[in-house]
């Protein structure tokens, strides 16, 4: 019987799929085509220059005994790779690359491709503020364990953050989600434990990045016909941080790539970390596949720390600034500071600066003053949800009238100033917006701010509802 390609890259195959892992196999030998065979000459495409630069990495070894078994000891590799043209992101060439293995097979039937272990993994494209071959973690050496103040707000987060960085896809706690208000220390945990596992594991690849720029990230490689690349090189991350993942939200493209790099790490026993400021039953307009994904791990919740913790927050802070300052006004301090653990560190920076350029001494007097400035001027975070109600009590009407189907021009017109006040007062996107306000969709949300725009400038009345409203959401 003839030899083709296509017969001989499926020996090599089932031959190759005994040898590996089923997702391996999947992965980075499926979408290998076999497309010609001269002499003892193998030629296979492969989707993009980095996935023959992993083969070569990763399974060199493999596919020489596998080649050999089928045309013999002088059997060669070549690689068709395909490039894209770099006038016509629509049209593509291929470059031809023979395999670096041209080595006699050894006595036990392995060859050695050259310079095997001089070969460095290199980044498929460049990631801002990624500019080394090497992979920088992006990670803030100051956000470790020991900064952190551990409360009854944050003991559970703070546990499973400690289990995650001491045994990384070990544990049950993968994914890690942890949730809370702005301020509370989701982005300092976060960084903690990628920090620890540095330390602990240094050989393991650790990656922090925030929604947004992985987002944007992967728009850059759709518009670049990089997406193949942009998929491979999160794979291959050991511990994958990523921020603010609510921000994902509505973006559909972005979470269909991150749910398939998410099944391979999982998979593969990689640990993910995800923080939130909401919990997973919270978010809306992210795919229930992701949402399920989410919750398959732990969801540690990071609450407002109480007056306790507040105390030792402050007292750390200042004992490695290297300040002192009476007791009275370090409990002055947390006993009107609440919200959060930024807020509490900014009177204490306003107090220092003060204090300093002034050359004043830390006084009760001056701790009011600070505080009571930084309580009036600190804006509240406001939900859709207390927006709605704000409305609806103005209106005198209940939320589900608010969000119901009915035309009655003064319900629409409350359902159009609360979507106004979403897109003005929360972070939330306008499919987000929509679908927690009677379950519309962003074109409606978009139309609502547009006429609350063009009856404010033309309507007296309408003015004297966005003023009122105004005034009940912000004091």
């Known amino acids: 019987m003839t030899k083709t390609a296509s017969s001989v890259w499926g ?13 391996a196999y999947k992965t980075w030998f499926e979408p290998i085509k076999p497309m010609k065979l001269s002499g003892e000459a193998l030629t296979i ?3 993009s220059k980095f996935f023959y630069e992993w083969l070569e990495e990763h399974y060199i070894k493999l596919l020489r005994v596998a080649l050999v078994k089928q045309l013999g000891e002088d059997a060669k590799l070549i690689y068709d790779v395909r490039m894209e043209n770099n006038y016509s992101s629509s049209k593509q060439h291929t470059l031809k690359i023979p395999s670096s293995n041209r080595n006699p097979i050894n006595a036990q039937g392995i060859t050695v491709p050259l310079d095997f272990n001089k070969r460095e993994l290199k980044n498929p494209f460049v990631i801002p503020g990624i ?3 090497k ?6 050496p100051n956000y470790n364990f020991e900064s952190f103040i551990e409360g009854d707000s944050n003991r559970l987060a703070r546990s499973a953050s400690m289990a995650v960085a001491n045994k990384p896809g070990g544990t049950s706690f993968n994914p890690l989600l942890i949730y809370g208000g702005v301020g509370l220390g989701k982005t300092h945990l976060a960084h903690a434990i990628g920090v620890q596992i540095k330390d602990k594991y240094p050989d393991k690849t650790v990656l922090y990045i925030s929604s947004e720029k992985f987002t944007q990230q992967y728009i850059d490689s759709v518009k670049g016909n990089t997406r193949n690349d942009f998929i491979h ?11 603010d993942v609510q921000f994902l939200s509505g973006k559909t493209g972005t979470q269909d790539v991150f749910f398939h790099i998410f099944n391979h790490l999982h998979q593969n026993g990689k640990q ?7 919990a997973p039953v919270d978010m809306q307009d992210i795919e229930q596949r992701l949402l399920s994904r989410f919750k398959w791990g732990l969801s540690a919740e990071l609450q407002v720390p109480d007056y306790e913790t507040r105390v030792l927050i402050l007292q750390n802070k200042l004992y490695r600034d290297g300040v002192e300052m009476p007791e009275e006004i370090v409990e002055y301090i947390a006993k009107y500071i609440k919200s959060n653990v930024r807020e509490l560190e900014g009177v ?5 600066a003060q204090a300093s350029f002034n050359r004043k001494e830390f006084t009760l007097a001056l701790t009011k003053q600070i505080v009571d400035k930084f309580v009036k001027n600190t804006k509240r975070e406001v939900s859709i949800d207390y927006i709605q109600k704000i409305v609806s009590n103005y209106f005198e009407l209940d939320v589900a009238t608010l969000q119901s189907k009915t035309r009655k021009r003064h319900i629409v017109q409350a359902r159009q100033l609360a979507m106004y006040f979403a897109k003005r007062m929360t972070k939330a996107s306008l499919a987000s917006i929509g679908s927690q306000i009677g379950k519309r969709d962003h074109a409606t949300v978009l139309h609502a701010c547009k006429t609350v725009d063009n009856l404010t400038e033309t309507d007296k009345q309408f003015r004297r509802y966005v003023d009122d409203l105004t005034k009940k959401l912000t004091f």
């Open 272 to 278: 993910v970390i995800l923080t939130s400021d909401k």
């Open 131 to 133: 500019q080394k071959v």
């Open 45 to 47: 495409q492969v989707p």
């Open 348 to 352: 204490l920076i306003s107090m220092i």
């Open 135 to 140: 992979i920088e973690s992006q990670l803030n």
């Open 11 to 23: 020996e090599c195959l089932s031959f190759i799929e005994d040898n590996i892992k089923q997702q």
């Open 233 to 243: 090189f999160y794979q291959m991350i050991d511990v994958l941080i990523i921020d």
